[in-house]
């Protein structure tokens, strides 16, 4: 069911934006233009009829449904996941500035331009699919069981080069398809999608030249591109990879439903899984290790059901250290870490609780470790990764 741009206004309210917090300093290939005013930047692209629910509005808090409409709209990801689109406390951490503009363009129906600008240049990338839950304000009690979802499909059109990138995909969201495209131009991120509609590839791959043209000339890929181009790539490698592996509890026989009970980064590491052989003479679920400069670096995790006092008696035993502050888990939770010299061998282990929603149960997580003393580069690799769970 084709899903339409509407607004709610609901309270009188001025709202209060915080400056930035850095200084942004543009830096080639970033576009002057852009630099300069991203929204006068972005409404170069050639659209009529722009959709703007905050005009005249600064009083008002305005409510939309473009996220359920566009689940993909703006939702940027970096290779190792430590970057954030969310604003925090009305000031955004990873980026300067971004804008959306949104047309209900007379001859092609509803779309995006989208802009970034970031602080410093890193490579961002799109998941393959989004999905968002249902809107309660505009669909009623009953979309909190819906969700919105959108897929994307690389097709042959995808460059990179020096602090610069583009892919375009065939996008579905809500059961319409579009062609959605993705470029990074130094500092700058732009993405934007227009819709088949009644419009052939011939046309529609046309008018995404036409766009290419004025916000990002130097995609000659685009630019040069015939529907040819516009065919699936089944190995695709422009799409966000995720850098996590997932770790589960026991099975239980009463849940029907396995969810991970905790997340390690992993990608980016020379860790690669060891045999069932090797994990299970570590005493444990999982185990990966490589061989480092000075020697053989592990790593094993092992989950139990845990005690009911269990947490507490471990809260109160002696650690090394404590780390409370883990942003990157949606349920915080301290890890309890000791370490050890034993011989010419670092030996450590990390506990956390963990409840799982799934079995209605609470896990104790182990997480063991051993590299030899001095290995500096492997120390490292084993505080990044406890450091960065999920």
């Known amino acids: 069911m ?50 703007n629910p905050d005009k005249d509005k600064k009083d008002y808090i305005v409510f939309t449904n473009i996220e359920n409409v566009f689940p993909h709209l703006g939702k940027f990801r970096n290779a190792s996941d430590t970057f954030s689109t969310q604003e925090r406390q009305n000031k955004a951490d990873d980026y300067y500035r971004k804008e959306t503009v949104i047309y209900k363009d007379p001859q092609w129906g509803e779309l995006f331009v989208h802009g970034m600008l970031l602080y410093d240049y890193q490579q961002l990338y799109l998941r393959p699919n989004e999905a968002v839950p249902g809107n309660v304000i505009f669909s009623g009690a009953n979309s909190i069981y819906e969700h919105n979802s959108s897929d994307l ?26 062609l959605q495209y ?21 046309e529609v791959l046309t008018k995404l030249k036409e766009v290419v043209k004025v916000l990002n000339p130097e995609d000659g890929a685009v630019l040069n591109a015939t529907t040819d181009a516009l065919a699936i790539n089944r190995e695709p490698v422009s799409l966000w990879q995720d850098p996590y592996v997932e770790i589960y509890p026991p099975r239980s026989r009463q849940s029907l439903i396995q969810l991970s009970i905790i997340k390690m980064r992993l990608k980016g590491t020379p860790f690669s899984k060891e045999s069932q052989q090797q ?30 006092d269990e947490e507490e008696k471990e809260k109160n035993n002696q650690h090394d250290k404590v780390l409370t502050d883990m942003v990157h888990t949606t349920s915080p939770s301290p890890l309890y870490v000791t370490f050890e010299e034993q011989g010419e061998q670092v030996k450590g282990r990390a506990v956390c609780f963990k409840h799982s929603y799934s079995s209605s149960k609470d896990y104790r997580i182990v997480i063991s470790y051993g590299y030899r003393a001095g290995d500096t580069a492997a120390q490292e690799t084993i505080e990044g990764i406890l450091t960065s769970l999920k």
């Open 2 to 51: 084709k899903k339409l741009l509407t607004l709610l206004l609901l309270l009188t309210l001025v709202a209060c934006s915080k400056e930035p917090s850095r200084t942004f300093t543009p830096a080639t290939p970033t576009p002057e233009a852009a630099s300069k005013d991203l929204g006068a930047f972005l409404r170069t692209a050639p659209f009529a009829n722009e959709w």
């Open 153 to 178: 499909r690389e097709t042959q059109l995808v460059s990179t080069g020096t602090k610069s990138n583009s892919a375009v995909y065939l996008n579905t969201s809500n059961h319409q398809k579009y």
């Open 182 to 202: 993705f470029f990074q131009r130094g500092q700058l991120v732009g993405q934007l999608n227009i819709p088949f509609g009644e419009h052939s590839e011939s």
């Open 279 to 308: 994990t299970t003479s570590r005493e444990a679920d999982t185990s990966y290790s490589y061989q480092g400069a000075q020697g053989e670096v592990w790593l094993a995790v092992q989950t139990t059901e845990a005690a009911k």
